[in-house]
T-cell receptor, first 108, second 115 residues
Framework: GQNIDQPTEMTATEGAIVQINCTYQ??????LFWYQQHAGEAPTFLSY????GLEEKGRFSSFLSRSKGYSYLLLKELQMKDSASYLC?????????FGAGTTVTVRA | GAVVSQHPSRVICKSGTSVKIECRSL??????MFWYRQFPKQSLMLMAT?????????EQGVEKDKFLINHASLTLSTLTVTSAHPEDSSFYIC???????????FGSGTRLTVV
């Protein structure tokens, strides 16, 4: 099976930076996705990494190291609306395997 | 951008009855659609992969006779939960892919409650 680990919860202050780590051990690798999911809603796409390095998109950045089986999602200038669950997902062949998600709570 | 519509958003049914959930790709042709189940505070678990015009591929442990999947066209896939039981209560989400080498678009999910 696929093993994808990420912290369960993180709390940060509005305007701060939070880094969510994701480690994976999978039978293959065809890219890593980060999604944001608000309670009771569908996941929305944040980022995709298939090569090593940092991908930056506005306040969100994602990093990948394939040799280490490691990725992180960096959220900058946190806003209250960023309070949500963040899901790390690894694509193996054409299927996505998800981590359990990290619930980020942004405090005023 | 790509939009996937999923209906109904919420459904309550009696134990023993069947429920059908629809997933439609509105502005693209989805060669592949995926069905997930998510229990509270848990991850999305892939149930099955459906390809237009062929039988769905179910993940290990998912009963194909209980969760019937039909992908009759390039824009529509349906999941029917047959003889539903309270333990089937969950959040069901579909996603669609126009090209497997690209991304996935998720539907808005269906909250199923079996009473």
């Amino acid at each position: 099976g696929q093993n994808i680990d990420q912290p369960t919860e993180m709390t940060a202050t509005e305007g701060a930076i939070v880094q969510i780590n994701c480690t994976y051990q999978t039978s293959g690798f065809n890219g890593l996705f980060w999604y944001q999911q608000h309670a009771g809603e569908a996941p929305t796409f944040l980022s995709y990494n298939v090569l090593d390095g940092l991908e930056e998109k506005g306040r969100f950045s994602s990093f990948l190291s394939r040799s280490k089986g490691y990725s992180y999602l960096l959220l900058k200038e946190l806003q209250m609306k960023d309070s949500a669950s963040y899901l790390c997902a690894v694509r193996v062949d054409y299927k996505l395997s998800f981590g359990a998600g990290t619930t980020v709570t942004v405090r005023a | 951008g790509a939009v996937v519509s999923q209906h109904p958003s919420r459904v309550i049914c009696k134990s023993g009855t069947s429920v059908k959930i629809e997933c439609r790709s509105l502005d693209f042709q989805a060669t592949t659609m995926f069905w997930y189940r998510q229990f509270p505070k848990q991850s999305l678990m892939l149930m099955a992969t459906s390809n237009e015009g062929s039988k769905a591929t179910y993940e290990q442990g998912v009963e194909k006779d209980k969760f019937l999947i039909n992908h009759a066209s390039l824009t529509l896939s349906t999941l029917t939960v047959t003889s539903a039981h309270p333990e089937d209560s969950s959040f069901y989400i579909c996603s669609a892919s126009e090209d497997r080498d690209y991304g996935y678009t998720f539907g808005s999910g269906t909250r199923l409650t079996v009473v």
